[in-house]
């Protein structure tokens, strides 16, 4: 364990990094954006929530003169800014029932949350909304999704499972969380790097690396590309990635990359949901972090898995900053056609089952892809028809509801 993940009670508070940094900045800004997206409803009264922090270490760090939340608080705080924010200007009061499930394996960074907690006024909550367990995170779960249930019938939750390597989290578990509940949505970190820096020949024979997906083919091809200083190690990593979506259960797969200076590695940070409009939000934090986060190749329509054409290609890093946004959009122009003839039936699509199609494989908002539908619009290759079947005026906002409908003349859409 690095020392600056590394608390106890009455010691001075670890060192945050800049990466960790922009990790719980990303965490905010989330939980911001879900609290404001669920209950834009002005007639819900009453929002039933989870929230578990799977590693929840001690609470803060210092950062130069200041101290920073770390993940507990920043999940406490995330609640308290939704509580006073969401009711300014509601008629109705809504109550937002947020219960807190803190877990870690050690004794020392259980004492010092408990301190932290303690010193930012959460004491009366110890015990009623906010648990705290001394434990292993997959030992825990079991007894944590039996608790969810008991009280939620939709089961809304959000798993924070801040891990330092990749075996603590272990695919069974997030597997669990899918299978038993509606509406879990999981932030996991995930050290892709260390899988791939201590891959043997013979590692596809352990089951920490079998339940990733790795056999013998994934590592004769990380062996043939990991020379390749510029893009053979990403290529490894975006297999692995779409291997670990596959084993998750869960529909909807965002997984970004975030450099770590001091161990010189790449870290993934990953957001897991079954909704296609969580994982739209979770895509507008990033664009807002620009920068901070990396994805391999094109940010328009890519697909996960080993894509030895990207060495060819020298596709640049995709990093979520201006000129990558329009350099997106150019090419979803191009793109986009040929992906909703794919999908049409009897030349038509429904928008929603667009976005579900393109689902995990594009690092464009909702807002980007509606705005390359109109432009397709506006030049006549597609018609555009609301949900009360009428066709919709060239050039108006496109709407989740809507259907793409090819007109009968004059397409040059690539019809399959
Ligand atoms: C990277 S630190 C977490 C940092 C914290 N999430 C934050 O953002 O402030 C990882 C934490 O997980 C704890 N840990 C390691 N293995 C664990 C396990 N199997 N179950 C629960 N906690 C574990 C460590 O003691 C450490 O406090």
């Not at 590394?6 to 010691?11: D, F, I, L, T, V």
Request: aromatic letters at 10%; glycine letters at 6%.
């Amino acid at each position: 364990m690095q020392d600056n993940f590394s608390w106890g009670p009455g010691a001075l508070l670890p060192g945050i990094e800049r990466h960790t940094l922009r990790k719980l900045d990303v965490l905010r800004d989330y939980l911001d954006v879900y609290f404001d997206t669920i209950v834009s409803d002005p007639r819900l009264d009453c929002l039933n929530i989870t929230l578990v922090d799977g590693f929840a270490g001690g609470g803060a760090y210092q950062n130069g003169d200041e101290i920073a939340d770390g993940s507990p608080l920043v999940l406490l705080h995330a609640v308290e800014r939704a509580r006073e924010r969401l009711n300014r200007n509601r008629k109705k009061p809504l109550e937002i029932n947020a219960r807190f499930f803190f877990i870690d394996d050690k004794k020392n960074h259980i004492d010092a949350l408990y301190e932290r907690l303690h010193h930012d006024g959460f004491s009366p909550q110890i015990g009623r909304e906010i648990t705290v367990i001394k434990g292993k995170f997959s030992e825990e779960l079991p007894d944590i999704l039996t608790s969810i249930k008991a009280v939620q019938r939709a089961g809304r939750s959000i798993f924070v499972l801040d891990q330092f390597g990749y075996t603590d989290v272990p695919m069974e578990s997030i597997r669990l969380i899918f299978s038993q509940l509606e509406r879990p949505e999981v932030l996991l970190t995930f050290a892709i790097d260390g899988v791939l820096n201590y891959l043997q020949q013979d590692s596809s024979t352990l089951e920490r690396y079998r339940q990733l997906g790795i056999d013998d083919h994934f590592i004769a091809e990380w062996n043939a590309n990991k020379h390749d200083p510029a893009l053979g190690r990403l290529i490894s990593q975006r297999a692995l990635m779409a291997n670990i979506q596959m084993g998750s259960g869960a529909d909807y797969f965002t997984p970004f990359m975030l450099w770590s200076p001091t161990d010189s590695r790449w870290m993934m940070f990953a957001h897991l949901s079954r909704h296609q409009a969580a994982r739209d939000k979770m895509l507008g934090v990033h664009w807002q972090a620009q920068n901070s986060f990396r994805h391999l190749g094109r940010g328009s329509l890519f697909s996960l898995g080993f894509d030895t054409r990207l060495l060819e290609a020298k596709d640049a890093l995709f990093n979520f900053a201006a000129h990558d946004k329009q350099k997106m959009i150019q090419e979803l122009l191009g793109e986009v056609p040929r992906e909703i003839s794919i999908h049409m039936k009897e030349r038509q699509l429904p928008v929603e089952h667009f976005l579900r199609m393109i689902g995990n494989r594009t690092a464009a908002t909702n807002e980007d892809l509606f705005s390359a539908i109109k432009e397709l619009a506006l030049s006549r290759e597609i018609e555009v028809i609301s949900k009360k079947g009428t066709s919709k005026r060239i050039g108006s906002k496109i709407e989740i509801t809507d259907r793409l409908v090819l007109p009968l003349q004059g397409t040059f859409f690539p019809l399959n």
